[in-house]
């Protein structure tokens, strides 16, 4: 973790409610985090290391977060891949969460939190929505109050592409209040985004490793937007309150990757893709 010091970090305002009884919301404000959301491609060669790595967009990057990248990339290291005949590295597609808090002598601290990597695979080998993934119902009390978010869903999908299970990996809010209520919020936004999982339809794998699967474990990130608030957008900074991460029932082990580096409206199967063995660094 570094002090970002004289990095461009636009911070928006977290919208904040009635405090009421219980809790203490000053707590909770120094909890308060910004997020920038990366994305690029990595060349892997077939030992797991590194050979190389883009940034999209990276001329509108602050400095100080493209030399921090530039740092800890180079120091990953993956699982072993198999490399296509006559290749002799592969590439995937690449989303790094940056997140920065205020520190109490005004600066901030920034780091790597959470990275995603994701080879690109036909359409016949991996899990993927059948239709149009129908959006959850905006709870009315949360729209009223105006309390945003977003929901990390974990979907446990069956064989005949039905969903067996779901939990809410993670809720992160947009919003500032005591900590019941906050816990309340989270609860709020987590059962309407898994009681709308739990209608969709996705399409199993017909072709490659995962054909024969019992399961099969698929991230989709959910956002709710609260009338006034303004939509994430990509490479701007993103200001919220992390929930606690949630283990998965069904599994024995929680995904080395963060929940929070996905892009919503995405389905992302959990055991693709390139696996990283070291930490993300960039601290």
Same mark, same amino acid.
């Given at each position: 973790?570094?002090?970002?010091?004289?990095?461009? &970090?636009?911070?928006?305002?977290?919208?904040?409610?009635?405090?009421?009884?219980?809790?203490?919301? +000053?707590?909770?404000?120094?909890?308060?985090?910004?997020?920038?959301?990366?994305?690029?491609?990595?060349?892997?060669?077939?030992?797991?290391?590194?050979?190389?790595?883009?940034?999209?967009?990276?001329?509108?990057?602050?400095?100080?977060?493209?030399?921090?990248?530039?740092?800890?990339?180079?120091?990953?290291?993956?699982?072993?891949?198999?490399?296509?005949?006559?290749?002799? *590295?592969?590439?995937?597609?690449?989303?790094?969460?940056?997140?920065? *808090?205020?520190?109490?002598?005004?600066?901030?601290?920034?780091?790597? *939190?959470?990275?995603?990597?994701?080879?690109?695979?036909?359409?016949?080998?991996?899990?993927?929505?059948?239709?149009?993934?129908?959006?959850?119902?905006?709870?009315?009390?949360?729209?009223?109050?105006?309390? +945003?978010?977003?929901? =990390?869903?974990?979907?446990?999908?069956?064989?005949?592409?039905?969903?067996?299970?779901?939990?809410?990996?993670?809720?992160?809010?947009?919003?500032?209040?005591?900590?019941?209520?906050?816990?309340?919020?989270?609860?709020?936004?987590?059962?309407?985004?898994?009681?709308?999982?739990?209608?969709?339809?996705?399409?199993?794998?017909?072709?490659?490793?995962?054909?024969?699967?019992?399961?099969?474990?698929?991230?989709?990130?959910?956002?709710?937007?609260?009338?006034?608030?303004?939509?994430?957008?990509?490479?701007?900074?993103?200001? =919220?309150?992390?929930?606690?991460?949630?283990?998965?029932?069904? *599994?024995?082990?929680?995904? +080395?990757?963060?929940?929070?580096?996905?892009?919503?409206?995405?389905? =992302?199967? &959990?055991?693709?893709?390139?696996?990283?063995?070291?930490?993300?660094? +960039?601290?």
């Amino acid at each position: 973790m570094r002090k970002l010091g004289g990095w461009a &970090l636009g911070l928006l305002l977290v919208t904040g409610l009635a405090w009421g009884e219980g809790g203490k919301p +000053g707590d909770v404000r120094k909890q308060i985090e910004s997020s920038l959301l990366v994305k690029g491609a990595i060349d892997i060669n077939a030992d797991g290391s590194v050979a190389a790595h883009t940034l999209e967009r990276e001329s509108e990057l602050p400095v100080g977060i493209v030399a921090m990248i530039g740092k800890a990339v180079p120091q990953w290291r993956f699982e072993p891949i198999k490399l296509k005949e006559g290749t002799q *590295r592969a590439r995937a597609n690449m989303s790094i969460r940056i997140v920065a *808090r205020k520190l109490d002598d005004g600066n901030f601290a920034v780091d790597i *939190r959470g990275a995603q990597f994701g080879q690109e695979q036909p359409d016949t080998q991996t899990v993927r929505s059948k239709d149009r993934l129908t959006p959850p119902r905006y709870p009315e009390k949360a729209a009223y109050a105006g309390v +945003g978010g977003s929901v =990390y869903l974990v979907l446990k999908v069956g064989r005949d592409g039905q969903v067996i299970d779901a939990v809410a990996e993670q809720v992160n809010l947009r919003v500032v209040t005591n900590g019941y209520a906050m816990t309340r919020w989270r609860d709020m936004l987590a059962k309407s985004a898994m009681a709308a999982a739990m209608k969709w339809t996705f399409t199993p794998p017909t072709e490659g490793e995962e054909v024969a699967a019992p399961y099969w474990s698929v991230r989709v990130p959910v956002d709710f937007i609260a009338p006034g608030q303004a939509e994430p957008k990509d490479y701007a900074w993103t200001t =919220y309150v992390p929930g606690p991460r949630q283990l998965i029932p069904w *599994r024995t082990e929680i995904s +080395g990757a963060g929940a929070d580096a996905l892009v919503a409206g995405g389905v =992302y199967p &959990l055991d693709s893709g390139l696996q990283l063995k070291t930490p993300l660094g +960039g601290s």
